[in-house]
């Protein structure tokens, strides 16, 4: 059962423009989420988060925004740079206690290359 | 501020053989996690510690894998035996935990580079 989902395994962009990454979700008691993004022989690096309550968190270069009446939040990079080629694992934590707190459950990835 | 440590980095083993992974969360952090990531999947949370006591082990495979935290600090995973679909990267994380008055910036989890794990 695969809770959270990034349908699309790559993306490819022009440097300068916009890059979108898209995760959908199924359940609903996930209340925060975040954003990674991982090069190769790397740990996953954490990028941004959002909570459920809000529905944009800008930092940067790097907005997220959440619909939570669609399950689904997007992370757009502007402008895309070569640096920014990277695996991004969009990740989704529980609201309940007890055991499933800190519980994080990621999306399979999409791997992003900005060409020069 | 010093992140999350892990070593070694690489392991080759073969099937059979045991193996030990090492963590070091950032200072200060009460809560561990070890994942597995499998290529081309996302990380897949193996087990959680909130200071030494374990919160979370429900998709630990217990027959081969064990893990502690002795003192609260650092973590050991372990192997025994291995088996070639074991072969997989291993990452550390660590949070501040949910004693920060609920705070959400408690539950964001950093990450160590990793022990990329090989069983022949």
């Known amino acids: 059962d695969q809770q959270v989902k990034q349908n699309s395994p790559s993306l490819s962009v022009q440097e300068g423009r916009i890059s979108i990454l898209n995760c959908d979700y199924t359940n609903s008691m996930f209340d925060y989420f975040l954003w990674y993004k991982k090069y190769p022989a790397e740990g996953p690096t954490f990028l941004i988060s959002i909570s459920s309550i809000k529905d944009k968190n800008e930092d940067g270069r790097f907005t997220v925004f959440l619909n939570k009446s669609a399950k689904h939040l997007s992370l757009h990079i502007v402008p895309s740079q070569p640096g920014d080629s990277a695996v991004y694992f969009c990740?989704?934590?529980?609201?309940?206690?007890?055991?499933?707190?800190?519980?994080?459950?990621f999306g399979q990835g999409t791997i992003l290359t900005v060409h020069p | 501020e010093a992140g999350v440590a892990q070593s070694p980095r690489y392991k080759i083993i073969e099937k059979r053989q045991s193996v030990a992974f090492w963590c070091n969360p950032i200072s200060g952090h009460a809560t561990l996690y070890w994942y597995q990531q499998i290529l081309g999947q996302g990380p897949k949370l193996l087990i959680q510690?909130?200071?030494?006591?374990?919160?979370?082990d429900s998709q630990l495979p217990k027959d081969r894998f064990s893990a502690e935290r002795l003192k609260g600090v650092d973590s050991t995973l372990k192997i025994q035996p291995a088996k070639l679909e074991d072969s997989a990267v291993y990452l550390c994380?660590?949070?501040?935990?949910?004693?920060?008055?609920?705070?959400?910036?408690?539950?964001?989890?950093?990450f160590g580079p990793g022990t990329r794990l090989l069983v022949l």
């Open positions: 994380a660590s949070s501040l935990g949910p004693g920060t008055s609920g705070s959400l910036a408690g539950r964001t989890q950093y």
């Open positions: 990740a989704a934590l529980n609201n309940a206690g007890g055991t499933s707190y800190g519980k994080l459950t």
């Open positions: 510690f909130q200071n030494n006591g374990v919160v979370d």
